[in-house]
């Protein structure tokens, strides 16, 4: 069979298939015109639309290149290329979304960064399409997490173009946690980093699988996977509010002393207190976030479960015998 190529692209889908038969064409086309030997990895994020047989279709048409991880239910995109890094047999490995946002076309420029010594590529998008409140979000999510986790220098975090070597890619693989933030973790292992810009597209069809509620699910997933940052500032949010109502105390003492009892002021005094109730609440939330998380992890469930692959036949037969022995001895103890 085939060697083990030098590139390998891993691709999450969720309900594509608008797009699908684009992102194959295009996606071929400039590979093919790199000149050098890559394969495509394509997760099936549990699609409810037609993005399955078309996946099937795809790698159908060129078996050697293209690979289809079939999962089991939505895992969510990070999970979806997890599943594709655990597999990968190039080099250089470089993530992109399906939707074409990300123009295939820019590969080049990434394997050449690579080529020069990097072993994280990041990305940032030039002349970004997207709509107005999602510009927004993005750049004020940037600024805090830039000011939150000074660490982690990317310009961009919400550009899934990215190329990484493949000792990175093995290590996010082994890393077996159940959310994640693919380009934070890489950066974390990363020792020769590099940001190039890209060009971005509008969606060209299709709609997008984030809407608010989950764009910030996600943010959380990135904040408390990479820093401990909100539970600091509630330590130090704490302090200071102690210390004030402290010298408070001190002057009503004082006052009641001097001027004598005061019996005013009882809605200003529900309003500080309806005030620190929030944040008290908004600080059990965080912590709720960071506990949901180790519950998480310690379950220890599977990260996504994966119902079959599709590639080419001498692994499939490989796996497929660890697959009938598996099953032979669920049914075993079943029975
Ligand atoms: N995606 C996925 N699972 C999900 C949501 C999204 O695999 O639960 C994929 C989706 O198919 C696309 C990429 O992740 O390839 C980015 O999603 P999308 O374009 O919807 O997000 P946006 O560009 O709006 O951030
Ligand atoms: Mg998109």
Redesign the pocket.
């Known amino acids: 069979m085939s060697q083990n190529p030098y590139i390998s692209i891993v691709?999450?889908?969720?309900?594509?298939q608008e797009v699908l038969e684009e992102l194959y064409t295009r996606l071929t086309q400039s590979l093919d015109a790199l000149g050098k030997s890559y394969e495509i990895i394509l997760?099936n994020?549990?699609?409810t639309d037609r993005s399955s047989e078309m996946l099937r279709a795809m790698h159908a048409r060129r078996p050697d290149q293209i690979r289809v991880i079939e999962f089991n239910g939505?895992?969510?995109?990070h999970m979806?290329?997890m599943a594709g890094f655990e597999r990968v047999r190039g080099q250089i490995v470089i993530t992109?979304?399906?939707?074409l946002?990300n123009p295939p076309e820019e590969i080049g420029k990434l394997v050449a960064a690579m080529e020069r010594g990097h072993d994280v590529v990041n990305t940032y998008r030039q002349d970004r399409q997207?709509s107005w409140w999602?510009l927004q979000v993005s750049k004020w999510h940037n600024r805090v997490r830039a000011w939150m986790m000074p660490k982690l220098k990317m310009k961009d975090e919400?550009c899934?173009l990215r190329a990484y070597s493949r000792s990175i890619v093995d290590l996010m693989a082994a890393t077996g946690e159940s959310t994640t933030f693919i380009p934070a973790l890489a950066l974390t292992y990363a020792s020769n980093p590099t940001e190039v810009g890209v060009a971005h597209a509008e969606?060209s069809a299709?709609?997008?699988?984030?809407n608010f509620y989950?764009?910030l699910r996600y943010n959380f997933d990135l904040v408390t996977g990479f820093s401990v940052f909100p539970l600091q500032v509630f330590t130090m949010i704490g302090l200071l509010i102690s210390l004030c109502s402290f010298a408070f105390v001190v002057f009503l003492v004082l006052r009641r002393l001097i001027v004598g009892p005061e019996v005013e002021g009882v809605f200003t005094l529900f309003a500080i207190m309806f005030f620190l109730c929030g944040i008290v609440l908004f600080g059990l939330g965080i912590v709720g976030e960071y506990i949901g998380r180790i519950y998480q992890e310690v379950r220890k469930r599977p990260r996504f479960v994966i119902r079959h692959v599709l590639e080419r036949p001498v692994e499939i037969t490989a796996s497929r015998e660890e697959d009938e022995a598996y099953l032979s001895r669920v049914s075993a103890s079943e029975g």
């Open positions: 691709i999450p889908v969720h309900n594509e997760t994020d549990g699609s939505n895992f969510g995109q979806a290329i992109m979304d399906a939707d946002q997207d999602r919400g899934m969606r299709g709609t997008s699988s984030y989950k764009l």
